[in-house]
Each structure stands twice: as C-alpha cells, then as structure tokens.
C-alpha cells in the first residue's frame, strides 16, 4: 500500500544506473548502456576515476608499507600505522562514494578535488 507520496524521480527514472555509476567496475554497465544520456555518463565516469583512485591509493600505500617494514625496529609500528591509513581509506571512499550516489539521486554532482577535473577529461 502506498501512502499517496510519491518518491522524486529522474527523467527516465535513471536511478539504478545513478548508482551503478558509483559501484566500482559496476560503472561500466552505465557507461556502455546510457551513451545518449550525458549526466549518467559524467556520474559513470566520475565512479570510475574515483574507483581507480582508491585502488592506485591502496596499491602505493601497500607498496609504501612493505618497504618500509623492512626497517629494522619498524615492522611492527608500520604495520599498525598502515593498517590504519588503509581503513581510514576505505571509509573515507565509501563516504564518498554515499554521499556522490546521494547528490546524484537528487540531480546533482559532486566534485571532488582532482578527481573531477580529471573524469572531466573523457
């Protein structure tokens, strides 16, 4: 039963592809399905940079961490430092990631410092 409200929806009712948008690789069905539709695919795109940014962030923290754990009297000290970095990390994306499928719901963007101006590119 439906209390008489109605829920706001987009032209076209774009919601399943606005968050796919923001999946991680899931960002390629928007991608390739919606070419005609601009803001899917700024969003598609925008959800990719941000995804390749968190992996190449995670990889040099890993690669950082793994150096520098070879240091004597530093291995355990790095690994609960690098333990750390990579959860806040990984919360720090999934933030963004709530907060972008958010604005994106509503019909707006959010731009990320960096990460923006670089999706703009394609």
Known sequence: MSDGTASPQLPGDKTAMLILSYLG?????????EKEDKNVQ???????????????????????SAIVTMVP??????????????????????I???VAIMKALKG???LVP???????RF
């Open 73 to 94: 009297g530093l291995g355990c000290l790095v690994s609960v430092v690098s333990f750390f970095a990579s959860m806040g990390l990984m919360i720090g994306y999934l």
């Open 42 to 64: 700024w969003h598609a795109k925008h959800g990719l940079v941000l995804f390749a940014a968190a992996v190449v962030l995670s990889i040099v923290l890993w690669i950082v």
């Open 114 to 120: 960096g990460i923006s101006e670089y999706a703009s």
């Open 25 to 33: 690789l899931l960002a390629l069905i928007p991608l390739l399905v």
């Open 96 to 98: 963004v990631v709530i």
């Open 108 to 110: 707006e963007r959010f």
